[in-house]
C-alpha cells in the first residue's frame, strides 16, 4: 500500500482556474476479475496548487488493483467539469527506463519511467524496456503521449508510428508545413533489453507549446502476431521553450 497524491488541473479557455470548491470519487478495479467497486465518493479536496491545480491523495494497493479517480467541479466556467485519470501498475518483466537529450534541466528532473518534451526544440530521448515480446516480427510499433487515457489517438499530444511516422501533434492531425519526417520512432536492441528512439524536430516540438506540465500519459504498443501488446508505459512532461524561432 502506498499513498499517492493526485493531482488534478481545472481549466477555462486553458487557463488555470483557482478558488473553486473540488470532489473526488475514486474506483477500485479488481485486476483479477475487473470487479469494480466504489471506495470514495465526493471527498473533499486535500490542497490546491497553483493554475488551477488540485490535490487529492489515497493509500492504493496497485498490486491487486486498479483505481479510477475523478475530481469535479460544478462551476460553470470551466472546460470540463470532471476530470478522471486511471492509476495502475503493470507487470514487473515491463519496466521503462528513458535517458532524455532535451537540456541537463530537463534530464536532471527525470526519474526512471519518465520522458520530457521541450517545446520549439528538437527533442531526442531513448527509452528501454526489458519486454521479452518478439518485437523484431511486429507490423507496427507506436508511441503516444496524451494528456488522459479517455482521449482518442486523434487527440494525442505525440503520435509516431515506426513506419508511417509523425501522424498527430498537438492533439491534432499534422498540417502542413509539418510532415511525417519531423517525428520518428526506432527500434534496437533485443529480448529484454529493447530502445525506443523518439525524435521529435523543433517545428512539430512549436505545437507543444500550449499543453506544458506533467502528468502526461505515454505508451509503447506493438502488433506481434495479430495481436496488440503494451510494450511499457511512461510518464511524460511538456516544458516550454523561451526562444520560438526554429531552424
Known amino acids: ?39 470514495v465518493t465526493d471527498g473533499a479536496n486535500a490542497g490546491t496548487g497553483r493554475h488551477g491545480v488540485y490535490f487529492y491523495s489515497y493509500n492504493m494497493d496497485l498490486t491487486l488493483y486498479d483505481y479510477l479517480v475523478t475530481a469535479k467541479s460544478i462551476s460553470p466556467v470551466v472546460d470540463m467539469k470532471e476530470l478522471t485519470t486511471v492509476w495502475t501498475e503493470y507487470a514487473s518483466d515491463v519496466t521503462v527506463n528513458s535517458s532524455v537529450a532535451v537540456t541537463a534541466a530537463n534530464a536532471a528532473t527525470l526519474a526512471a519511467g519518465n520522458v520530457a518534451f ?3 526544440a528538437h527533442n531526442s530521448m531513448v527509452i528501454t524496456s526489458t519486454s521479452t515480446e518478439d518485437l523484431s516480427s511486429a507490423t507496427k510499433v507506436w508511441f503516444a503521449l496524451k494528456d488522459s487515457y479517455l482521449e ?18 498537438g492533439k491534432s492531425a499534422i498540417v502542413s508545413p509539418i510532415v511525417s519526417t519531423d517525428g520518428s520512432l526506432t527500434v534496437g536492441g533485443s529480448s529484454g533489453a529493447w ?33 496488440d501488446k503494451v510494450i511499457g508505459t511512461v510518464t511524460g512532461a511538456i516544458n516550454s521553450g523561451v526562444i520560438r524561432t526554429t531552424a
Open 1 to 39: 500500500m502506498t499513498v499517492k497524491i493526485i493531482p488534478a488541473q481545472f481549466t477555462a479557455s486553458r487557463d488555470g482556474v483557482d478558488g473553486l470548491t473540488v470532489t473526488w470519487d475514486i474506483d477500485r478495479v479488481t485486476k483479477a476479475d475487473s470487479t469494480t467497486s466504489a471506495v
Open 118 to 120: 521541450l517545446s520549439y
Open 195 to 227: 530502445t525506443f528512439t523518439i525524435v521529435l524536430k523543433s517545428e512539430a516540438a512549436a505545437y507543444l507549446a500550449d499543453y506544458a506540465g506533467s502528468g502526461k500519459l505515454g505508451e509503447v504498443k506493438a502488433t506481434i502476431g495479430g495481436l
Open 152 to 169: 482518442t489517438d486523434a487527440q494525442s499530444l505525440i503520435f509516431i508510428e515506426k513506419t508511417a511516422g509523425l501522424t498527430h501533434v
